[in-house]
């Protein structure tokens, strides 16, 4: 399936009710293609941990516009099944097939004095950016370093 409109009619068949029933919580599930647009978006939430996930957001059963109460999981295993050859795989199937590369291995602490960035906060959050440290915008950003700040003191 490559659209989430599809999954959503694939589930007014199975389930009964109309597509827009079911859009809400098939839009979830490929939600990661605003960021992604291959297949392995999939890797954020098609996976036994995204089906709890999706009913922690959409609950335990959504009411179908036929009157039936319709589990989530159920909708969400049909998604997943239908995207990935019929099986459901766990979050670590996903995981164990990233290629590792270096910048995610070892991590550091910055030994910047204070609790503001030097000289002017643009000049650091354009440097941050250029180096792909943060795709935040300088005052979410500036928000962010804040709030890092008060949880360290």
């Known amino acids: 399936m490559a659209h989430p409109l599809h999954h959503a009619e694939s589930s007014a068949q199975k389930f009964g009710g109309v597509p827009s029933d079911y859009q809400s919580v098939h839009d979830w599930f490929d939600a990661s293609k605003e960021h992604l647009a291959l297949f392995t978006h999939r890797a954020m939430r098609h996976h036994a941990q995204g089906l ?8 335990l059963t959504l009411t179908n516009s ?6 989530v999981r159920w909708i969400g295993e049909q998604h997943i099944r239908e ?3 019929g099986r459901i ?3 670590a199937d996903w995981l164990r097939r990233i290629q590792p590369e270096p910048w995610m291995a070892n991590g550091h602490i910055d030994r910047h004095a204070g609790d503001e960035p030097c000289g002017d906060p643009r000049v650091a959050w354009a440097s941050e950016v250029a180096a792909g ?3 935040l915008g300088l005052k979410d950003w500036m928000a962010a370093r804040a709030t890092q700040a008060t949880q360290s003191a």
Request: proline share 9%.
């Open 133 to 135: 440290r943060t795709v």
């Open 52 to 59: 709890f996930e999706a009913q922690r957001v959409f609950g």
């Open 89 to 91: 795989p766990s979050m």
């Open 66 to 71: 036929a009157g039936r109460d319709i589990p």
């Open 83 to 85: 995207d990935c050859q």
